[in-house]
């Protein structure tokens, strides 16, 4: 979920910079990237959903968690091995290889789900004026209570 996070603090720089330096720049920027605002000042909802699917893919694309090497050694320390791969540079090469497809994919159905999230706290933003919880952060904690469990 840090790519959700990590974008959503992202897109939400040009508000915080608008109203801390006052600049018709960051002005401009926020009331473009904010899809809540009315069509006539500027506001391109499709450019903030665009934005976000590219940001929340990219930001899972391009993880530093990159680790194949050290699972790899982690794997040869504990004796345990993947069937029919040799332990060693073999590994490694077939953890980078499926790691690579993970991201990919796995980035790519994020950015949908992330993105499909948003549109409808956006939609429905209307009917649930009174209740402040939407549907990114319903997947926010529902994958956050998913990943505590496993540890």
Known sequence: MQPVLTTTYVLALPAILASLVQSPFWERARDILNPATVA???????????????????????????????????????????????????????????????????????????????????????INEGFSIGFTSVLIIVCSSKLTTYY
């Open 40 to 126: 006539a000042s500027g506001s391109k909802p499709w450019l903030y959903y665009s934005l976000h699917a590219f940001l929340v893919f990219s930001f899972n694309l391009l993880d530093i968690a990159n680790l194949p090497k050290e699972i790899s050694n982690y794997m040869i320390k504990m004796g345990a091995r993947i069937p029919n791969i040799k332990p060693g540079r073999a590994t490694t090469e077939y953890l980078a290889k499926v790691q690579a497809s993970t991201r990919f994919w796995g980035g790519l159905l994020l950015s949908l789900l992330a993105t499909l999230s948003m549109l409808m706290d956006h939609q429905f933003r209307h």
